[in-house]
């Protein structure tokens, strides 16, 4: 073993130079969310068996799957990266890194967050250890974590730096999630500009342009980058595909939405928890605003049926509870219900805490939304609204339990707090067609036609 540099100039411990080469492709497949980043990883294991690095990044990749089958591939490629690191000349960095892959192996996202941040004051220009952190606030600590991360670094990185694009898409994400929406954009369309195929640039702009209700833009910039990405990235470009059927939504353009979910968000029924939440979050809002969706919800509760017992992620426990819900599968939704009660109520992991501070109280005001219980969905999530953040997902994703609470104050005649509700949405986006009918209903309820009739008039202006 012998100590060299990547192209950042980090220091990494391998055996030859092809070993770190095929790590750094390894680096940059990771950050474009490429099909062949596994590919390269497996290059820079064939070059050199036991390099560190390669050892715990094969660790983080089985982890980020959180899928029992992969968790415990991820538990024993850390076992053995920690065997091969103990008996090597790895260097602190590397052994930073192996402390992180430590701490989130065993359920700790915080401290595994934290090791993050410390590679990072000393290697500024450690892409990986930036992406992961990044990750993993996105589940624990949300927009300021994020934006706060990626600010600490991006003096370093200048433009003609490998992967400095990815840079600025990250930074416009964590600034976007922070509110910050002019300065996101900014680092959105710079990073796009690098790398027109860069995803989680084109993501970051999407998601400025929804928070901020520009519907047609959106559509138009994620349509101008589709024919750059669509051909070789990984399942994440579903969650693009969500992103734009979001804006067509708004619009109430639901035979496009739906063509999208079966062309392209549900083309391939994979079992991959974003993939699923991208199907129920879009199903679930469809059928909100009246659309038919036809028998798409079977496939997602067939596939959610196979991750009841998973609990490795609150997040996508909450929408395998809405496919349940959605098809009338209470024995599969109890059957969830019981797994997450029991697998966390000793739980000490970030993740336990999130079940029992919201998540299992959460999915079962979803299956009761289905189960027209609203009065008891209003009672549990009204005081619970402050801690949805703790979920993790971006705040379009959170919305839609947003959305559910609005609904069912609806539904249970609660005029007044349904207003309410729907002011507030108003108020922080006021081009939303949806925002302004729901605004409408709850008017109507309220005994005040005269101000329904102009809200539903805003709604379809908006929708023209």
Not at 12 to 32: E, F, P
Request: net charge negative; aromatic share 8%; charged share 20%.
């Amino acid at each position: 073993m012998a100590q060299h540099l990547d192209q950042w100039g980090n220091p990494v411990t391998a055996a030859n130079g092809d070993a770190v080469a095929a790590l750094d492709r390894t680096i940059m497949a990771y950050l474009g969310f490429r099909l062949d980043t596994g590919n390269h990883l497996k290059q820079a294991l064939v070059a050199d068996p036991e390099m560190p690095l390669a050892l715990i990044y094969s660790g983080f990749f089985f982890l980020l799957f959180c899928h029992p089958k992969m968790h415990a591939k991820g538990l024993a490629a850390r076992d053995h990266a920690a065997q091969v690191i103990a008996g090597s000349d790895a260097n602190p960095r590397e052994r930073q890194c192996m402390a992180a892959l430590d701490a989130w192996a065993d359920g700790d996202w915080h401290r595994a967050s934290a090791a993050f941040e410390s590679i990072l004051l000393d290697y500024p220009l450690d892409a990986m250890a930036l992406r992961l952190s990044h990750y993993l606030h996105f589940y624990l600590d949300g927009g300021k974590a994020m934006r706060l991360s990626s600010a600490r670094v991006l003096p370093f990185w200048t433009m003609d730096q490998p992967g400095a694009g990815f840079v600025q898409a990250i930074h416009a994400f964590g600034l976007e999630e922070n509110g910050e929406y002019a300065a996101a954009e900014r680092h959105a369309r710079r990073a796009v500009e690098i790398n027109p195929a860069d995803l989680w640039g084109i993501h970051a702009g999407a998601h400025i342009m929804e928070m901020q209700g520009r519907h047609h833009e959106g559509i138009g910039w994620i349509a101008a980058q589709t024919d750059h990405w669509s051909a070789d990235t990984n399942n994440f470009r579903f969650h693009v595909w969500w992103q734009r059927a979001l804006f067509h939504l708004e619009l109430g353009d639901h035979a496009t939405v739906l063509d999208l979910y079966d062309r392209e968000i549900r083309a391939e029924s994979t079992e991959e928890y974003l993939d699923i939440t991208n199907g129920t979050a879009l199903l679930w809002r469809l059928e909100q605003q009246g659309a038919d969706v036809g028998d798409r919800w079977t496939e997602l509760a067939d596939r959610s049926a196979e991750r009841v017992g998973d609990h490795l992620l609150c997040f996508a426990d909450l929408h395998y509870a809405m496919a349940f819900g959605a098809t009338g599968r209470d024995d599969a939704g109890q059957a969830l219900l019981t797994a997450m009660r029991r697998g966390n109520v000793d739980e000490t992991g970030a993740q336990g805490t999130v079940y029992r501070q919201v998540g299992i109280a959460l999915s079962e005001a979803m299956i009761d939304a289905r189960n027209g219980l609203h009065d008891r969905v209003v009672d549990v999530l009204l005081p619970l609204r402050h801690l949805f953040a703790l979920v993790g997902g971006s705040h379009a994703q959170r919305d839609i339990f947003e959305r559910i609470l609005l609904e069912s104050a609806l539904a249970a005649g609660r005029a007044t707090l349904a207003r309410a509700l729907a002011a507030e949405r108003i108020d922080q986006k006021p081009t939303s067609p949806y925002n302004w009918q729901v605004h409408a209903r709850a008017l109507e309820m309220a005994g005040d036609p005269g101000a329904a009739a102009r809200a539903r008039q805003r709604a379809s202006t908006l929708a023209a």
